[in-house]
Each structure stands twice: as structure tokens, then as C-alpha cells.
């Protein structure tokens, strides 16, 4: 069976452990890690597999893949110790990912794999499809509230208003690659879809306010060779944490199962 250990045991760390446990993937949960060693422990407790609380580096002794849901700024650590250790990876703070050519190198040395879900976005099966002709176009539009949108670096360095806003505004247009440094929390979607399309195939960004908005809303448009689709998601908060959606846990889950699946159905 499929050893998987976790870092990260936050909102979606808990959702996925607790997927496991209840037997939704055929794996077992050999450990549990996290800066945060109490909140581990509480989550450790509370599973019938009673996963231990370790390191990062035991974490990644014992599993087969790895998953991670803590932060961009864990991969720094986690990421060149799993290849060290040649484990797989199953990453959800993708936008860390981004330009690390470095670390896919070394991976491919290596043999592990970097398992990259879907996250927050729908779409990406058609996109990876769809590469493989000649694509001529594709566009991430992200739909924030107001609210989400006050602190993202973007907004305060250029002085926007958008408390003051009464409809919808476009607050950024550029490359998906600038749209993921300006705002970090689009960083994981504009992450996923850069990395499902090839390096050569500008993939635009469209950042939108909207006042009194409640949910993020995610439409990918994309046209090439084989025609051209859209898809659109509007994300429910996760019940554990309002900043991650809960699509995005869900499909950690998905992928996860994919791993242990004898009949995988999508691209
Ligand atoms: N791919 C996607 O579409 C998508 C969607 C939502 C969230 N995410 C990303 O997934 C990650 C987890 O999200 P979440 O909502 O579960 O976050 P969370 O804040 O609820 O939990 C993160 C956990 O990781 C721990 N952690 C953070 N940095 C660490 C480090 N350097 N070393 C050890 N532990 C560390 C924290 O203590 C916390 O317990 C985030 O990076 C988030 O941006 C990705």
C-alpha cells in the first residue's frame, strides 16, 4: 500500500488525512509533519491510524510520496531533501514551483515524480489535451472580492481605491508568470496553469475586484488547433480555513486516489 506522509497538517492537510483515514485512498498515513507541532499532534490524535509527529526529514524517510500543504516558503526546505531522498511529491503550493526548473532537472535525475493537482481550477485536462496541438490563446480571469484583494502587494504599491469601488473593475491585466508575484494568493492557480501549458505559450491574466463579492471565481479561456473552450469555477471557502477553497482539497484527494487507481478516467 502507498505510504504517504504529510507537511503541512492546516486546512488541507487535515481534510486529506482525515480522507485517508476514513479510507477514501487506499494508502496508509505513516507520518505527520509541521512547524506547528502541536497542531499536528491534535490532528494525530484525533486519526485511527495514530500517524507519529516527526521531522520533515523522517516524514520523508518513511513515505513513498509526500504531500505538502504548508507554504511556498517550505518548499525551499522540503523539496531538495525529497529529492536527496529520491520520494515523490505531491505539491499544492505550486506557485513555488514556478521557474524551478532546477528542481524538475533533478527530479528527472532522480526518478521521482512531481504530482501538481488542480487545486482551485477546473480546465486543465482540456488544456493538457489541447497542447498538444497548437494552441493559440489562453487567459486566466480570476473574479476576488474586495476584501481579498486589500493586502496583495499589487494593490498597496500602487495605491488602488477598491474599497471605494461600486462595480466590478479590472485591477490587473499581464503575464500569468507577473499576476503570481503581484498576487501571492493567485499564485497557486497561475502556478498550476503555467505548468500545464508548454513554456513557449504566453498564458495571459486578468485580475478582477469585485465589491461585495463572497467567492473566487476562476475562467480559463482557451483557443489553438482543436477549437476552443472555457471553464468556469466559482470556489466555495474550505470550512477549515476561508483562504482555500474547497475544491482545491478535494482535489488533492482526487489526485491522490488517481495514484492508487487501476482505471484513471481524464487526461
Ligand atoms: N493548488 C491550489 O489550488 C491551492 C489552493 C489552496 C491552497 N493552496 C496552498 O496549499 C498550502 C496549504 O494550504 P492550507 O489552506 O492548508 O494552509 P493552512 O495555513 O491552513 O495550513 C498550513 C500548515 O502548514 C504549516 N507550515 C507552513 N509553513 C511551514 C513550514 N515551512 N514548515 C512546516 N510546516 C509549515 C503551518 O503551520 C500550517 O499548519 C498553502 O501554501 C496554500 O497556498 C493551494
Not at 522540503?78 to 531522498?85: D, I, T
Not at 471565481?217 to 477549515?240: D, L, Y
Request: with cysteine; hydrophobic share 45%.
Amino acid at each position: 500500500m502507498l505510504k504517504v506522509g504529510i507537511l503541512g497538517t492546516g486546512a488541507i492537510g487535515t481534510i486529506v488525512a482525515n480522507a485517508i483515514d476514513r479510507k477514501q485512498v487506499d494508502a496508509e498515513l505513516v507520518a505527520l509533519a509541521d512547524q506547528d507541532s502541536d497542531r499536528a499532534k491534535d490532528l494525530a490524535a484525533k486519526l485511527s491510524s495514530h500517524s507519529p509527529v516527526v521531522s520533515i526529514e523522517e516524514m520523508i524517510d518513511r513515505s513513498d510520496l509526500c504531500f505538502e500543504a504548508a507554504s511556498q516558503a517550505a518548499l525551499e526546505c522540503f523539496v531538495p531533501k525529497a529529492l536527496e531522498r529520491g520520494r515523490d511529491m505531491l505539491i499544492m503550493s505550486v506557485g513555488g514551483l514556478l521557474g524551478r526548473q532546477d528542481w524538475f532537472r533533478q527530479a528527472a535525475e532522480r526518478g521521482c515524480r512531481i504530482h501538481v493537482p488542480s487545486g482551485a481550477l477546473a480546465g486543465l485536462d482540456g488544456i493538457k489535451s489541447a497542447s498538444i496541438g497548437r494552441l493559440d490563446s489562453v487567459t486566466l480571469t480570476s473574479r476576488k472580492p474586495v476584501a481579498a484583494l486589500l493586502d496583495a502587494r499589487y494593490v498597496v504599491d500602487h495605491g488602488l481605491q477598491l474599497e471605494t469601488l461600486t462595480e466590478e473593475k479590472v485591477i490587473f491585466e499581464g503575464s500569468v508568470e507577473d499576476a503570481a508575484r503581484a498576487f501571492p494568493k493567485t499564485a497557486n492557480v497561475a502556478a498550476a496553469l503555467r505548468l500545464a501549458t508548454s513554456p513557449e505559450v504566453p498564458v495571459r491574466a486578468r485580475i478582477v475586484a469585485v465589491p461585495n463579492g463572497k467567492t473566487n471565481i476562476h475562467e480559463i479561456r482557451v483557443s489553438g488547433e482543436f477549437g476552443r473552450f472555457t471553464a468556469i469555477v466559482e470556489n466555495n471557502p474550505s470550512q477549515e480555513n476561508p483562504r482555500t477553497s474547497q475544491l482545491a482539497a478535494y482535489s488533492a484527494i482526487a489526485t491522490l486516489a488517481g495514484l492508487t487507481k487501476v482505471v484513471r478516467v481524464g487526461t
